[in-house]
């Protein structure tokens, strides 16, 4: 057989395998967008600061991995993180997630890729949730160098947003008819509650934790209202008002629960909204 013979066969074998080229690199097409890098947020608290910093920058996408209703220290976590976890940029981490960061690594999280934020109290209180932003902006500067500078000013001018933010609030709710009114309060809430000049009288615990001696302290504490946190469970707090007629604000230390709005203001505002509905109910004797 002459080499002129053997010709088609080597050209299609060549076709078959520019063919295989194009079918299994797609990502090496000229002009094809690169896909946007993965920041992992453990709550919907640090994605909130994530959004901040990063200010909706389309090449990041922000992914939650606690729903805001629930726990951050009791949670399961959802199905199809895993994927998110492998190509993460940056795990965005509550201190007090320890166990949930071993769980994450064991996901394929990379190992540099975590970003562990102190927590500096009731992330609630702008000033604490500014702090949040700023140890987030260290972590994430890091690891989006290109970005550094952009999330750098944008931390600063959260800075100066939230400082804005607790002044008013300060002034508003020194003006509320229930500044200074004495509340049983769930541990979770108690910061908060005092940062908006309500007088805690007693401090519940999780329901689970609620010991017989605990409930009686909580019953017989000298309370206007009781304050409960949406994560926790209301159980202990919907007890304490039901036996002593009082209203109950139910507080939530996340955004993004229902009816709690989307952004950090947004939920503090929510939460002060429900300590008006629950004074007003108080004022009109129905609890």
């Given at each position: 057989m002459t080499p002129r013979s053997?010709?088609?066969?080597?050209?299609?074998?060549?076709?078959?395998?520019a063919a295989a080229a194009v079918v299994y690199t797609p990502a090496c097409r000229p002009g094809e967008a690169t896909p946007p890098a993965v920041v992992v947020a453990t709550t919907s608290m640090l994605a909130e600061?994530?959004?901040?910093?990063?200010?909706g920058d389309p090449g990041v996408r922000i992914v939650t991995v606690i729903p805001p209703g629930g726990c951050p220290g009791h949670f399961d976590l959802p199905p199809g993180v895993a994927s998110d976890l492998r190509g993460a940029r940056a795990v965005l981490?509550?201190?007090?997630?320890?166990?949930?960061q071993d769980r994450l690594a064991a996901l394929g999280a990379p190992p540099g890729a975590l970003v562990t934020a102190a927590t500096p109290g009731s992330l609630l209180i702008p000033e604490h949730f500014a702090a949040l932003?700023?140890?987030s902006a260290e972590g994430l500067a890091a690891r989006f160098p290109d970005r550094a500078a952009r999330i750098g000013a944008n931390a600063r001018a959260a800075a100066a947003r939230l400082a804005a933010l607790a002044e008013g609030l300060r002034k508003e709710t020194a003006a509320r008819p229930w500044a200074g009114a004495r509340a049983v309060v769930s541990r979770h809430q108690q910061a908060f509650a005092r940062w908006l000049g309500l007088s805690v009288t007693h401090t519940l615990q999780r329901p689970e934790d609620v010991a017989p001696q605990d409930l009686s302290a909580a019953l017989a504490a000298p309370a206007d209202l009781v304050v409960a946190n949406l994560q926790e469970g209301t159980q202990a707090a919907d007890t304490v008002?039901?036996?002593?007629?009082?209203p109950v604000a139910v507080f939530s230390n996340f955004p993004g629960a229902p009816g709690y709005g989307a952004t950090h203001e947004d939920l503090v505002r929510a939460n002060l909204r429900r300590l008006d509905e629950a004074w007003s109910a108080r004022a009109s004797g129905s609890p």
């Open positions: 053997r010709a088609p066969g080597g050209f299609l074998a060549a076709a078959a395998l600061a994530a959004r901040e910093l990063l200010a981490c509550h201190d007090y997630q320890s166990t949930l932003i700023r140890l008002a039901r036996e002593r007629r009082l």
